[in-house]
């Protein structure tokens, strides 16, 4: 069964520093999102994208953030001045339509860690 | 805003026997979609069961049922005769009609006891 694939699956980064997490969508999905979890803390949506632009984004997606489809085929999230509090699991997910017609296919995840 | 709580963060049940997981959630959506997810360690989530707010009968999938009380804004998972391989987190999630937002709750540890 095709699945969501997300590199690297752990990244540490000095805080400050730049950091590109990858994801692998579906291939024929078009929808393509990002959520993080803080540990111990609940999986918080950041960003949905759909047709090569944001759908919608949660108030932690400030502009530290961005995300991209490069290739057709990567799905990127960019976190630019990487700060302690950004230390967690990120996982990427895809769906074929909208969340409510479709469920939402979630990869392994990556785990950011800031020093 | 929505939010989803899940009061049990572990439960252990026996091998074969059943175990329910609780769910309830707030929201002044009346058309929306209620999904559980499970989580293996080290492992991706994968969908378990979805419900449709606007459908009155509850989903089931092999093993694995809901509750939906909509009034009360319950949607609880029954998992019929535990397998080993049951042995995971397990997140409620909503999203209201045409969205895509997920709203998780924070998880409940299953544990399968042999």
């Known amino acids: 069964e095709p699945e969501v694939t997300q590199t690297p699956s752990h990244q540490v980064t000095q805080m400050g520093q730049e950091v590109i997490l990858r994801c692998v969508p579906i291939s024929n999905h078009l929808y393509f999102y990002w959520y ?71 990869g392994d995840g990556t785990r950011l860690s800031i020093l | 805003a929505q939010t989803v709580t899940q009061s049990q963060p572990e439960m252990s049940v026996q091998e074969a026997e059943t175990v329910t997981l609780s769910c309830t959630y707030d929201t002044s959506e009346s058309d929306y979609y209620l999904f559980w997810y499970k989580q293996p360690p080290s492992r991706q989530m994968i969908l378990v069961i979805r419900q449709e707010a606007y459908k009155q009968q509850n989903a089931t999938e092999n093993r694995f049922s809901v509750n939906f009380q909509k009034a009360a804004k319950s949607f609880s998972l029954k998992i019929s005769d535990s397998q080993l391989g049951d042995a995971a987190m397990y997140f409620c999630a909503y999203v209201q009609n045409a969205g895509n937002m997920l709203t998780f709750g924070g998880g409940t540890r299953l544990m399968v006891k042999p």
Do not use: W
């Open chain 1, 36 to 106: 993080r979890q803080i540990l111990g803390q609940k999986v918080e949506f950041l960003v949905s994208f759909y047709n090569n632009e944001i759908s919608e984004k949660s108030e932690i997606f400030d502009d530290q953030f961005s995300v991209e489809r490069p290739d057709g085929s990567n799905f990127t999230l960019k976190i630019r001045s990487t700060k302690l509090e950004d230390s967690a699991m990120y996982f990427c997910a895809s769906s074929t339509h909208r969340t409510s017609n479709q469920p939402q296919h979630f």
